[in-house]
């Protein structure tokens, strides 16, 4: 038995375009540094995907799709919905991790400890997250022919410098359905709280559904916590705060908010309506295919938003569905603000630029076009998946400000370095990870972490309104770097059309048609269970 991608994928041909736009902070790349793969000491040999990570009470946790254990001869030990690690002497090691739930079970031919991760010992309920009763009992019926999946799907969003919060997929897997298209069923997303202490990250479930599975998968691709915005800071109070959530849906990104205190309730959130440029309480289609319809048009299959301090902007680094195993990257536009709004102008809020909770922007201004920024090297298994940056590392702003307890000194409002050269300039460098295909096939799928260290070039002095990042400047100074090789896995349908922001600065240099193949799912990663 193992954890592998369906190669069936359909590509069809799709409408190219492009907008040449104005680029306020150029993004352009120095060098990229291959780390080759995550390194997992306490597990004698594991196979995993996903690969997502956030900075959570002094430890970095490391989250994981689908985990299957096997002894040193590829037997299987066991197989498990999801997992978690924490990051071990990140201060210096960015590649290794320490497990939870590691049990021993004898030794391998050769004499080597026989270790793996049992779904009983990692939470007692099937997987790192929680199985509610129901599912697990659904899962021992079947017995791998069909099952019930959580997986991670992206990095949490931190709420406190102690806890973060994660919208996860909830799927039901048929291994050998009957129609291919039923092979992944979308029920919806639900939404998990995880604290780190030093016996080992924890997650608990914030009840059973939050988004339905007929619903954009809002916050699968992003959360972004922000201050609480124009238009909703003088109504009735739900929270401090708002979280912007961003979903992928048939032909791009689609945008939700709602206050912290609503999370769980899914009739308290609005979505951005992109051709009346405000929020309304009716949500969006996921099968839209209109471009004045979505609020970031294109295609997606992984990926984060972040706030850069380095670019000292929001920043997009992602994977489309271009199956090429390569890292793409969008900046929000700071000259290029939406409506007549007096506070978000051009050069930001107030023109003082933004920070990490002006999460307001993303709607105020508008993404630059997709740059190629990491050709990640595909191995013999196929192509990448699962394309994630992680933002805790060379970085010492991760947390924003406002994440820090009352009455904390300014200059302690940071967290510590993680990763070599403690002297970095917090952001110039990106550690960027993704899933690998080491072994490909039918029945003996193997997958594993790669890792690689970004770091970015210098900004030019003159960077303004009027210093062009077309879509070559990225691509032209990484691909050099990109010469060593790596084995990875397939995501998910495999459709792209470089698409243009349908909100950007009045100016709509094209469209763009997108056929999506088989099925849209959350996250479209592609795996099956074969038994």
Known sequence: MACLPSIAQRLTSC????TL???WTPIVVKHVTTLGPQLTPDVTNVSRDGGYSALINGNIVWLYDDTECMDTQGNQLSFISNTAAYANQPDSDVATIADFGVVSLGTNPGGS?????????????????PFQPDELQYNEQMNGKERVAIWPGTSPTPISTTQAFLYAPLVYVDSKPQDPSKEYQARGMTLITITAPSSGPVAARQGDLIIPGTEVAFGGFSSILGYRSTDTVTGKDSGSRDVYLLGMAASGLQLARVGMNDLSDFSKYTFWNPQGQNFSNRPPNPSLQEAADIYLPGTFSSGSVLYSPYFKTFIMVYFNKLVDSTFYVRYLQLDGPLGQDTNWIVGGKDGKGIEAEDAEALVRYTWSAEQKLYASPAGPGGFNYAGMAHPEYFNTHYFPRSLYPRNTPTKQQVNRWYGP???????KSLLLSWTSQEVGGTDNGVYRIQL???EFD????DSGPNSSAA??????????????THSKKPPNDPVHGSATNALGLGILHGCAIY???MHVLLYMRVRERIV
Do not use: N
Request: net charge negative; hydrophobic share 45%; proline share 5%.
């Open 15 to 18: 409408l190219i375009l492009s």
């Open 21 to 23: 736009t104005q680029a």
């Open 113 to 129: 400890p026989k270790t793996a991760i049992l779904a009983h010992t990692t939470v007692g309920t099937g997987g790192w997250i």
């Open 421 to 427: 050269d403690s002297t970095g300039v917090d952001g």
């Open 452 to 454: 690689a260290m970004l």
């Open 458 to 461: 210098d900004i030019p002095s």
């Open 471 to 484: 879509e070559g400047a990225a691509t032209t100074t990484v691909t050099p770097a990109a010469t060593s």
């Open 515 to 517: 056929v999506l193949a």
